[in-house]
């Protein structure tokens, strides 16, 4: 037997041994005198009584909520579950149909520049600077390094450098 074999039943023949005594000591009961005892202490002990447990609560259902809940059981999943428990708020104030705004002239900023102290866009082909009439309906009102802003009586039309079309705006509302 060479060195190898001979470490290897060295080691696998006392675990075994081992292994074996604990699995047997595990499924037999000890036969020593406090074993003994305990056993004797264990038959003689009454039985402990568990007491019953308590019903649950059955709470009163109307007839009304059960048909709803029938109602609801055969709908398809995806529904609602809170459709139909809440009251619509009443409306206190007739609603205000909103104010469209007009359509913003279908012109583009081309480019701002600044000359003797002052910004000039060209907006619609045309050079332009601030209180100058475009179309005799429109007034410039701001020109700076990359926007140009025009009045339309309470409405403000935003352009911006670049970008075809201009944003429309209220007077009184920021943007």
Same mark, same amino acid.
């Given at each position: $037997? ?45 039985? =402990?009584?568990?007491?019953? $447990? ?6 009163? +259902? ?7 809940? *029938? ?11 809170? #459709?139909?428990? /809440? ?8 609603? +205000? ?10 012109? $583009? ?6 000359? *003797?102290?002052?910004? =000039?866009? /060209?907006? #619609? ?43 429309? +705006? #209220? ?5």
């Amino acid at each position: $037997m060479n060195s190898r074999r001979k470490k290897f039943v060295m080691v696998l023949v006392p675990a075994s041994l081992f292994l074996g005594w604990r699995t047997v000591s595990l499924f037999t009961r000890p036969s020593t005198p406090a074993g003994a005892a305990a056993d004797v202490v264990a038959a003689s002990a009454p039985a =402990l009584e568990v007491p019953a $447990m308590p019903r649950p609560l059955q709470l009163e +259902v109307s007839q009304a909520v059960l048909q709803l809940q *029938a109602k609801r059981s055969k709908l398809a999943w995806g529904r609602d579950p809170f #459709a139909g428990r /809440i009251a619509p708020m009443p409306t206190s104030a007739p609603a +205000v149909t909103p104010v469209r705004a007009p359509p913003p002239p279908p012109w $583009m900023l081309t480019g701002v520049s600044r000359s *003797a102290g002052r910004n =000039l866009a /060209i907006l #619609a082909g045309r050079i332009v600077s601030e209180g100058d009439r475009v179309a005799d309906q429109y007034e410039v009102i701001e020109v700076s390094d990359r926007e140009v802003v025009i009045r339309d009586g309470k409405w403000k039309h935003r352009f911006t450098l670049g970008v075809n079309g201009a944003q429309t +705006v #209220a007077i009184g509302e920021t943007k």
